[in-house]
């Protein structure tokens, strides 16, 4: 493989260091944070920076703690910390699942969660997850720390509403409520995961004691040019009494929310198929993680 | 504009001068003359560059030089010791788990990273942890017999 084109880089110690570089470099430097997109993309010439700030040094943007009896994930945790830490197994099942199904082994050991939000790749196996957890990302800027929905970041294809000088610093996952469960599935081409999603699709559930749908989420990857909630699936869901018909209406309902493109790994009509099925899938996952039974 | 790297590699401490643009496996194999680790795709995708880092399988392809700052990395030149070779190179060779070898510095070293965590793995966990290196030869079912043979029978 040819040599990487020539750029500043730099380590800054702290996260005003690292904002102040970001607003005053060229507008196409890149943060670093795992490296497995971004150096992906240099080696393919997709993106060419000036300037590449490594988030390595600053402290604090490592790891998994209990907040309010929520999650905070640090920006630089890496997937497979992600995918294998008890508290997120056992209060956000999908974001666990999406962990242990993106890329390879050797890749989740570098990727961080914090850059797969920051990518805002359509396939993002973390973005649905992320959404249907109600996640919120804490950003520092120039102004300082503020708080968004993950699910707001995502403008476009590998892009989000960060100012480039913002840098994530933080997801955090609400406490589970009582009668909520969630999960993640995906189809890829090599089995268990590995490779990228040829779609993918996230459903959280808050179901009550008599059964009844009190919120649900359901997020799609690889069905539209970002992750983004089926907001026509969730609401034949929500508030409606728990039936396996109900289910597959909800799953039907999702592929009508999908929009994918075809491309080289699948069409666009097998990949509204796909929503079908996996949003079923996912749904079924959830109620299993809640521990309620389907009704027939 | 250059780096300084302080980094073990195969129990050696070593002070590295290098260009940022680098990845740490062009840092092992250009400068460090370590060429048992080999590019593959360069993207991720094959494994074939998997080297330890802390222990851990990574795709050295993927790692900039400055991210291999302070890290302790196993290739598989550290392996053998006084030219022995290891139990698990031993169960590659007697079960014949190559054709052109070309992933095997990664298989062996992902291979002995799960065995140093736990000494009777199960198997689908193998096949998971090996899942992300590609042998394009299909050498796969002597791979896993290679572990099977290390794991010992009866398990």
Redesign the interface.
Known sequence: ?K???????Y?PTSLEEASRMLAEAEPDARV?AG??DL??DM??GRMRPST?V?L?RIPDLTGIEDADGGTRIGALTKV?VVEVSPLVVERHPALAQAASIL?????R??ATIGGNVGRASPASDLGPALIVSDAVATIHGVDGPRDELVEDLYTGPGATSLARSDIITALTLPARRPGFGSAHVKLGK???G??IALAGASASLVIGDGGEIIDCRIALASLGPIPFRAVGSESVLRSEILTEALLEAAAEAAAGDAKPIGDMRASSAYRTRLARVLTLRALHGAVESAGAGVAA | ?M?DLDVTINGVHRHITTD????LL?VLREQVLLTGTK?GC????C?TC?VL?DG????S????A??ADGVTIETVEGLATDGVLTEMQQAFVKTGAFQCGFCTPAMVL?ATAIFRENDNPDIEDVK??L???LCRCGAYPKILEAVIEVKGEGT
């Open positions: 493989m040599r990487l084109r020539e750029f500043e880089y380590e670093l490296g497995t150096v992906v080696k393919t590449v490594n390595k497979d890329a390879s082994p050797p890749v050991a570098l090599r089995g268990s590995t490779d | 504009m780096i940022p643009r680098l990845t062009e590019e360069g993207v991720g995708e494994g998997v880092a851990k399988p990574v795709t392809c993927l790692i900039l400055g991210d992902t998971k942890a899942g992300g290196i």
